[in-house]
């Protein structure tokens, strides 16, 4: 299955072109608000540098969320555009599954490891869910859900070795060194660049379903936002209600 992958959830925009388990090209930048700008290009240049086109695909995979939510909406409206043009079909992959999937290819945790992807939701939240690696595919534990980082490190607790991974590593790290430092030695933090978004693997992951079957609505996709998301003038009404 030659699938394109793409990821916009993050600050990270990326776009890959993956044939079954096999990543043939990707291409990713890391700067916030240029996804819109971007993206096309990104994806054109995978294209081009395995002298390609969309007539190739199989599929198309989209990072749904949850995330940034400007970005998410910027992929998905992109990734169907492509799909209503070219008649291949889509899948929605969840971000935090293809952060987890992408510990698991670059051989960062054993079998029956935990793998715990997070995303910052800005204040005290992250986005969160928990994994375990079952002989290199995703066994869900806890579904993706919005978590404050005090509820983030009590899920988490009950397991002897985590692999946290996602931007919001970092915020769960501080927070642990800071309320409880003993509990620290349990969690495993890969370095920075290997545990960011990536659409290569958006790509594997959406190979994987296309695979065995899935496919997503193209009608009816929508982003998986987890938290409400509000706008200025959303905010603006309800001030002018009160």
């Given at each position: 299955m030659r699938i394109l992958g793409i990821e916009c959830a993050t600050a990270v925009c990326a776009a890959a072109?993956?044939?079954?388990?096999?990543?043939?090209?990707?291409?990713?930048?890391?700067?916030?608000?240029?996804?819109?700008?971007?993206l096309i290009s990104l994806i054109e240049r995978s294209f081009k540098s395995i002298q390609s086109n969309i007539?190739?695909?199989?599929?198309?995979?989209?990072?749904?969320?949850?995330?940034?939510?400007?970005?998410?909406?910027?992929?998905?409206?992109?990734?169907?555009?492509l799909a209503y043009a070219s008649g291949k079909g889509i899948?929605?992959?969840?971000?935090?599954?293809?952060?987890?999937?992408?510990?698991?290819?670059?051989?960062l945790v054993l079998p029956g490891d935990v793998i715990v992807p997070m995303i910052d939701a800005r204040r005290d939240e992250l986005y969160a869910?928990?994994?375990i690696?079952?002989?290199?595919?995703?066994?869900?534990?806890?579904?993706?859900c919005a978590l404050s980082v005090n509820e983030s490190l009590n899920i988490t607790k009950t397991f002897k070795k985590v692999v946290v991974t996602g931007d919001g590593?970092?915020?769960?790290?501080?927070y642990i060194q800071k309320v409880e430092p003993e509990q620290s030695s349990r969690y495993i933090i890969p370095a920075p660049k290997l545990i960011k978004c990536t659409a290569g693997a958006i790509a594997l992951v959406?190979?994987?379903?296309?695979?065995?079957?899935?496919?997503?609505?193209?009608?009816?996709?929508?982003?998986?936002?987890i938290k409400e998301f509000h706008t200025t003038a959303n905010t603006q009404n309800k001030k002018a209600a009160t």
């Amino acid at each position: 299955m030659r699938i394109l992958g793409i990821e916009c959830a993050t600050a990270v925009c990326a776009a890959a072109i993956a044939d079954d388990d096999v990543l043939l090209a990707e291409h990713s930048i890391e700067t916030p608000r240029v996804h819109s700008e971007q993206l096309i290009s990104l994806i054109e240049r995978s294209f081009k540098s395995i002298q390609s086109n969309i007539g190739s695909l199989d599929g198309i995979a989209v990072s749904i969320g949850p995330g940034s939510f400007t970005g998410l909406r910027i992929g998905l409206s992109s990734a169907k555009g492509l799909a209503y043009a070219s008649g291949k079909g889509i899948i929605a992959v969840p971000t935090l599954e293809g952060l987890a999937f992408n510990i698991i290819r670059q051989n960062l945790v054993l079998p029956g490891d935990v793998i715990v992807p997070m995303i910052d939701a800005r204040r005290d939240e992250l986005y969160a869910a928990v994994y375990i690696n079952a002989a290199g595919n995703l066994e869900e534990i806890i579904p993706p859900c919005a978590l404050s980082v005090n509820e983030s490190l009590n899920i988490t607790k009950t397991f002897k070795k985590v692999v946290v991974t996602g931007d919001g590593a970092e915020k769960f790290q501080k927070y642990i060194q800071k309320v409880e430092p003993e509990q620290s030695s349990r969690y495993i933090i890969p370095a920075p660049k290997l545990i960011k978004c990536t659409a290569g693997a958006i790509a594997l992951v959406g190979a994987r379903k296309f695979a065995g079957g899935q496919q997503s609505d193209l009608a009816k996709l929508e982003p998986l936002y987890i938290k409400e998301f509000h706008t200025t003038a959303n905010t603006q009404n309800k001030k002018a209600a009160t």
